[in-house]
C-alpha cells in the first residue's frame, strides 16, 4: 500500500491573523468589525475618534492619536493617546470569535459628522 505525504496544515491562527492584521509602512490594515474607518486602514500618527460603550448604553468619545497595532495570539490591540489627558490607551478585540460584540469602536474624526463635499447631484446652472 503506497502511502501518502505529509500534507502540511496551516496554522489557523496565521490563517486568520493575515486576514485581519496586515502592517505597513506609516500604518496598518485592521478587519475588524471595531475599526470604522475608509478601507479598514489606519496610519500612524493620525487623529481618530474613539468610542467606549459601557453597559449602562452610555457613550464616550475622545479626539486620539493612533500609534500602534498588535496582534498577540488570538487578541488585536491598538494603542491611541487621548490628546486631551496625554493618556495612552489600549483597546483589544479578540479575532477568531464573531459573538464578541466591539465594546468601543475606533472611527475617522468626521464619521459621525460627515462634511459636505461634492455632491454630484447638486446642480449649479
Known amino acids: 500500500m503506497l502511502m501518502k505525504p505529509e500534507a502540511i496544515i496551516p496554522d489557523d491562527n496565521q490563517c486568520i491573523a493575515s486576514s485581519v492584521f496586515h502592517h505597513f509602512v506609516g500604518g496598518f490594515v485592521l478587519d475588524i ?22 453597559d449602562a448604553g452610555d457613550v464616550y468619545e475622545r479626539a486620539v492619536r493612533f500609534y500602534h497595532a498588535y496582534l498577540r495570539g488570538y487578541i488585536l490591540t491598538i494603542v491611541v493617546m487621548d490628546l486631551e489627558s496625554g493618556e495612552l490607551v489600549k483597546r483589544k478585540h479578540r479575532i477568531n470569535t464573531n459573538i464578541l460584540p466591539c465594546n468601543w469602536m475606533l472611527t475617522e474624526t468626521d464619521f459621525l459628522n460627515p462634511i459636505k463635499k461634492d455632491d454630484l447631484l447638486d446642480f449649479d446652472f
Not at 470604522?36 to 475618534?49: C, P
Open 33 to 54: 468589525p471595531c475599526i470604522k474607518t475608509d478601507n479598514k486602514t489606519v496610519f500612524v500618527h493620525n487623529l481618530y475618534s474613539l468610542y467606549d460603550f459601557t
